[in-house]
């Protein structure tokens, strides 16, 4: 099979949040950028969908939110939990500064598409679809750009920076030889949708009892829903039958009663095997992993995609200058690591704390019995105090990026149109 040949300066392996960022802010401080996604379309449910106030920030720092705006989505201010029937709001995003103050939930294939449209504008960005990265080339010691798989044919892109965006199982990063450190989380997460009731009660991330932990995120017309089991569990719950999965939902979240029948199968339910780990080292001379390939985040929060985003930002603001160049050394691409290695290392704890206190089968121990009066008054005076600082954590994270200046497209990027 004759073999395709192509060069650029950055090739990124992934066209999720952080590879299309990435791609897109390169392109347009003039870096000539391709992007491999391996899929056909970017239509991939289940994936993550809240984009957090950091992340709509520098959505108005590209000049995207009136597009952005014009999708459907639905936005949420507040993120309230029930325990044992009781609503209590954890996080409370409405006293951000900044002009963003909410979380959108939108569907990640139309962020995504949204970014791929802005890149098309770019000479310098190539989005190739159907492209599916399968493994490294290397000069020496030094990765030295990539091979790949597509529909007609094999292609082998040669690139003086090799990025891989391509998530937590990434085969680049397998071929490179870097290995992440797994910190060990013993839940996995059943994923279905459910229509919206009749009598919606207010925005709820999650319903919690002594006996499970239900994710009911709202979309614009459906929860996007979300049962906690315990890793290794799901072939015992298909084996019980979806009739005792019906009802254990509604023994959580006994809301749902009327809509909870629409789970007619198991092809609806997906599997989703959460991870927490990182990597000790993020890359190698010609090589960078951003994104879950870097280090996979848990579900808790939702800060998966804005994390990703953020890397893709720092690294082009700390590399662009080398790629217009035509090189980057190893000193750089570790500054790359220092910045975006502390807000993950940060974050990630409170998510294992998460999961090991709340957010499993069977909660904590404060969940088998209900709230007592003084804990409900603990509750009223604290959560007032600790609701600004969790919105703050989750809203926007340890160090959010911005966009810096040198990426401004009137500087240097050649536009078609």
């Avoid at 909870?260 to 997906?270: A, M, P």
């Avoid at 609701?387 to 009137?410: A, K, S």
């Amino acid at each position: 099979m004759q073999t395709q040949n192509l060069s650029t300066t950055c090739c990124i392996a992934g066209g999720g949040p952080a590879g299309m960022m990435l791609g897109i802010l390169l392109a347009r401080a003039g870096v000539d950028t391709i992007v491999l996604e391996r899929h056909e379309d970017f239509f991939r449910d289940f994936r993550g969908d809240t984009i957090h106030p950091s992340t709509l920030d520098l959505i108005d720092q590209l000049g995207l939110r009136e597009k952005f705006d014009a999708i459907a989505q639905s936005a949420i201010q507040t993120l309230d939990i029930v325990i044992n029937g009781n609503r209590l709001t954890p996080v409370d995003f409405s006293h951000l500064s900044g002009a963003n103050k909410s979380i959108a939930l939108m569907p990640q294939w139309d962020f995504l598409s949204l970014l791929a449209e802005e890149g098309a504008k770019y000479s310098t960005f190539r989005l190739l679809m159907g492209t599916d990265a399968t493994g490294l080339m290397f000069d020496g010691g030094r990765v030295s750009g990539v091979r790949a798989r597509t529909p007609v044919g094999l292609l082998s892109i040669t690139a003086a920076l090799t990025i891989a965006a391509d998530g937590r199982a990434s085969t680049l990063r397998h071929a490179a030889g870097l290995v992440p450190k797994d910190y060990g989380v013993a839940i996995d997460v059943l994923w279905f949708r459910l229509p919206k009731t009749k009598n919606n009660p207010p925005d709820t991330l999650a319903y919690l009892d002594a006996e499970s932990m239900i994710i009911t995120i709202p979309r614009t017309d459906y929860f996007q829903s979300g049962m906690l089991i315990r890793k290794g569990d799901f072939k015992g719950i298909q084996e019980a039958g979806l009739d005792e999965f019906r009802a254990r939902i509604l023994r959580t979240a006994p809301f749902l009663a009327e809509v909870v029948s629409s789970l007619e199968h198991w092809d609806q339910i997906k599997l989703l095997t959460v991870q927490v780990n990182r990597l000790e080292q993020w890359g190698r001379e010609g090589f960078l992993c951003i994104g879950d390939a870097a280090h996979a985040m848990s579900p808790a929060f939702g800060v998966g995609i804005n994390y990703a985003v953020q890397d893709a930002v720092a690294s082009a603001n700390l590399l662009v200058g080398s790629l217009r160049a035509g090189s980057v050394t190893v000193a750089e691409l570790q500054r790359v690591q220092k910045r975006r290695l502390k807000p993950v290392a940060c974050m990630q704890p409170l998510q294992l704390m998460v999961h090991r206190f709340i957010g499993k089968p069977g909660g904590g121990a404060f969940l088998r019995s209900p709230m007592r009066w003084w804990q409900r008054a603990v509750a009223a005076v604290a959560l007032p105090v600790a609701r600004r600082v969790t919105g703050r954590i989750v809203g926007r994270g340890f160090r959010p990026e911005r966009i810096e200046p040198e990426l401004d497209p009137r500087s240097s990027a050649r536009m078609d149109r």
